[in-house]
Structures are given as structure tokens and as C-alpha cells.
């Protein structure tokens, strides 16, 4: 079962964006959350020449899953300093070292091997490192508490808005045979640029980097696609199978049922400019009685 736990982050600047440091309660680690501008400003502090590990975070493109960079050293300075130069995508680093100096070159390896393969079987992010090294060869005891060490670092990441090596959640959808109130919103209309639409919605039967509020996730049953122009209409629906978490930044995958099928299509019409620019929530009955947009919209419009 899990355990209630306790953290302390002390922010030295009093800006919680540029700098904390993370202490837990009976653990003999310490953590460190550096933004990348702020990096020069600490990189002198004494807890960076200790053997240790860290994790680059940040994203190499807009709306996708967050790029990592996973590294060790026996003092992990010199190897910021190095990807400050050579690595463009890191907003932040954090960095974990034994408050006490126990951590050894053969620990923070293995920390360093079971972290890449954390990040790589939970596949929220998009790995940078080229190279991933064996499971280095610790004692029974040593790999007892480096995994100890591992699990104070899990616990405390998710706290730090870092949620890349948890499992997604994920939600089960229930379809019922009887039609949902129109009073519910049980459809999730989403914009898509043509070919994204093509090679995704259609042909992975899937869509994701989806915002949705925390009050409807339980509602949504469907999602309908809006291609943008030139085609400008809504030209497929689907049922929607589960809802996942997707990257590390409060965004959902929605995985289809089955492929999506052809409707309409349910052309723009006289909505206002911009409607279609993020997704839309309505209901299905709704929907698929639509001649334009304006069936779907208007109506709230004008209340």
C-alpha cells in the first residue's frame, strides 16, 4: 500500500521558477530544480561536483511529448555545462546526490539504467539519450538500497511536475445502448490540419495532445473530426475506447473503438471566425442531426 509521505522544497530566490531545492523526511538524498537561465547563477554550488544523476527536461516541438535527457557523473557540473552548449530542447534540469556523499560511481550507473528504462517502457516522452547502458552489477544489499534511492526520486518527481515515468492513467469507456441526454456533452469535436488528420485519426485510429476539462473526461464517449481548410467541415466520427494521460503536460490520448466512420460532411456555415481553432464539446444526437456547425453552436450562442 502506498505510504503518506512529506517534501520540503526550499526556494532560495523566492521564485519557485528558477531554482528549488528538495528534501524529504528520513531520505539521505537531496534534490535540485534548476531552470536552464538560471543555471550559471548555481552551478557553483558544492552539491554539483558529487556524484549523482539528472534529468534534462523540455520539448524539442510545440504540442508533443516532452524531450528527456537522462545523465550521471561523479560530479554532474561539467556534464550541464557541456549540454548547455550541445542541447537545445532543456527548459530545466533536475539533479538528485546523497546528502551524505553515499552514492558511488556503480550507484548512480544503475540509477542512470533504471531510470532510461522507466522512461522508455512508460513511453510519455521522447528520449534523447543515444545509447542506453547495461544494468550495471551491484551487490544484493548495494542494489537494495540504490532501488530505495530510486523510489524516493519517483516519489518526488510527479510533485515537481514531472510525470513522464508514471504509467499513464488511463479510463475505460462505457458505452450504453440507450442514446445520452442531450444535456450532456458526450462528444469531443477536435481541428486537424489535413494531413495530420490522414495519418492519425484515420490511419492510427487514434488522437492525442488533447486538453480536456476534468469535468467531462467521464462523459466523453465520441470523438468527431474537423478537418480545416479547405475542407472545413466535420467528415468523421468515432467512439471513443479509453482515455489516456499523454506527455507530461495535462494532455490526453484518445484511443478509437474502431476506425472512424464518414459523416456529413457538416460544413462551417455562419459560425463565428475562430470557432474551430480549439476542440469543442457537444452531444452526439446533436451532432449527427447537424446540417452546419451552426446546428451545433448557434443555439448556445443565443441563450
Known amino acids: 500500500m502506498p505510504k503518506p509521505y512529506t517534501i520540503r522544497l526550499f526556494v532560495p530566490e523566492g521564485n519557485p521558477d528558477t531554482f528549488k531545492i528538495i528534501t524529504k523526511m528520513n531520505w539521505t538524498g537531496v534534490g535540485l530544480e534548476i531552470s536552464r537561465g538560471a543555471w550559471d547563477m548555481h552551478k557553483g554550488r558544492k552539491a554539483f561536483e558529487q556524484a549523482g544523476i539528472y534529468i534534462l527536461t523540455g520539448y524539442e516541438e510545440e504540442d508533443d511529448l516532452p524531450a528527456i535527457y537522462i545523465g550521471q557523473g561523479d560530479g554532474v557540473r561539467n556534464r550541464i ?66 532501488q530505495g534511492f530510486l523510489n524516493e526520486i519517483l516519489s518526488i518527481l510527479p510533485l515537481v511536475e514531472v510525470k513522464i515515468f508514471e504509467a499513464p492513467k488511463v479510463i475505460k469507456v462505457a458505452h450504453s445502448p440507450t442514446p445520452t441526454k442531450k444535456s450532456v456533452q458526450d462528444t469531443i469535436i477536435v481541428p486537424a490540419q489535413i494531413e495530420g488528420f490522414k495519418e492519425t485519426f484515420l490511419g492510427e485510429n487514434c ?97
Open 81 to 146: 555545462e557541456e549540454h548547455k552548449k550541445n542541447k537545445a530542447f532543456w527548459d530545466k534540469v533536475l539533479v538528485f546526490v546523497s546528502s551524505n556523499g553515499g552514492l558511488n560511481r556503480a550507484h548512480i550507473t544503475w540509477l542512470e539504467w533504471a531510470l532510461i528504462q522507466r522512461a522508455k517502457n512508460v513511453g510519455r516522452c521522447k528520449l534523447d539519450n543515444a545509447a542506453t547502458p547495461n544494468e550495471p552489477v551491484l551487490t544484493e544489499s548495494e542494489k537494495a538500497d540504490t
Open 207 to 303: 488522437w492525442y495532445a488533447i486538453r480536456i476539462a476534468a469535468g467531462k473526461l467521464n462523459d466523453i464517449k465520441y470523438i468527431a473530426g474537423y478537418q480545416t481548410a479547405p475542407v472545413s467541415a466535420i467528415t468523421h466520427i468515432a467512439e471513443v475506447d479509453s482515455i489516456e494521460s499523454y506527455g507530461d503536460g495535462g494532455k490526453f490520448k484518445l484511443i478509437f473503438k474502431a476506425p472512424a466512420k464518414e459523416i456529413g460532411p457538416i460544413p462551417y456555415g455562419s459560425v463565428s471566425m475562430g470557432m474551430m481553432q480549439s476542440p469543442k464539446y457537444t452531444n452526439y444526437e446533436t451532432l449527427i442531426s447537424a446540417k452546419t456547425l451552426a446546428d451545433i453552436f448557434l443555439p448556445v450562442d443565443q441563450e
